[in-house]
């Protein structure tokens, strides 16, 4: 497909347990963005990804959360010792650099236990 | 701090009518403002933006009033279809730097027939 993919589409996890989201960006696209929707809530922004610039990291709530791009193209959303509050759709975007267009994933929905 | 206030959060419009979405932003550095259509279950699209060099954007059915001055800018659906039932982002972004964009709460559109 030639959308942005994320998997899984769904993660039902114990509270207390690690979890790992990916996307698989666009091709071509430089930038990666992961925002968090709660349930009826905005988008609330997390982390962005440019090309081999250091990540602007402002949006994570905690340090339970980190994220890493590898290669330039896949990147994996960790969520360490998961609390009910993270209990969230994750959106992952791509974009090209200026184009201002993001496009979206179908996002990952966590459920804490 | 909410930079991006939107409302109402929820919308019911018949058939036909017009649909109206309001947004109201604080900084001024903004110089890019899109809207977001979310259907269930599916990530957030473009539908719409807007750069502050013009007052009014208009695409079919879709139009974006900009009132710099005011900090406020609003989606009009024009013959409102129920196919339109959506929920609606207004978004601010800046773009000095890269496209990170700050989402409103969102607006729950619901057209009936």
């Known amino acids: 497909g030639a959308g942005v993919s994320q998997s899984p589409s769904n993660k039902v996890t114990e509270k207390g347990k690690d979890v790992e989201l990916r996307c698989d960006p666009i091709?071509?696209?430089?930038?990666l963005y992961w925002y968090r929707q709660s349930l009826g809530q905005g988008l609330e922004f997390l982390i962005y990804?440019?090309?081999?610039?250091?990540?602007?990291k402002s949006g994570l709530p905690s340090d339970r959360f980190s994220a890493e791009r590898t290669g330039g193209s896949v990147s994996t959303l960790t969520i360490q010792r998961t609390q009910q509050e993270d209990s969230a759709v994750y959106l992952c975007?791509?974009?090209?650099?200026?184009?201002?267009?993001?496009?979206f994933g179908e996002g990952s929905r966590l459920t804490v236990l | 701090q909410q930079q991006v206030k939107q409302s109402p959060q929820s919308l019911i419009v018949q058939k036909g009518g017009i649909s109206i979405i309001n947004c109201a932003y604080e900084?001024?550095?903004?110089?890019?403002f899109p809207w977001y259509q979310q259907f269930p279950g599916k990530g957030p699209a473009l539908l719409i933006a807007?750069?502050?060099?013009?007052s009014e954007k208009k695409e079919g059915r879709f139009t974006i009033s900009f009132n710099k001055s005011a900090k406020q800018f609003s989606l009009h659906i024009m013959d409102s279809q129920p196919g339109d039932s959506a929920t609606y982002f207004c978004?601010?972004?800046?773009?000095?730097?890269?496209?990170?964009?700050?989402f409103g709460a969102g607006t729950r559109l619901a057209v009936h027939p």
């Open positions: 975007a791509s974009s090209r650099v200026r184009t201002g267009e993001l496009f």
């Open positions: 091709s071509g696209h430089t930038a």
């Open positions: 990804f440019q090309g081999n610039s250091a990540p602007d």
């Open positions: 900084n001024t550095a903004f110089d890019y």
């Open positions: 807007i750069r502050p060099d013009v």
């Open positions: 978004a601010v972004g800046s773009s000095g730097g890269y496209n990170k964009l700050i």
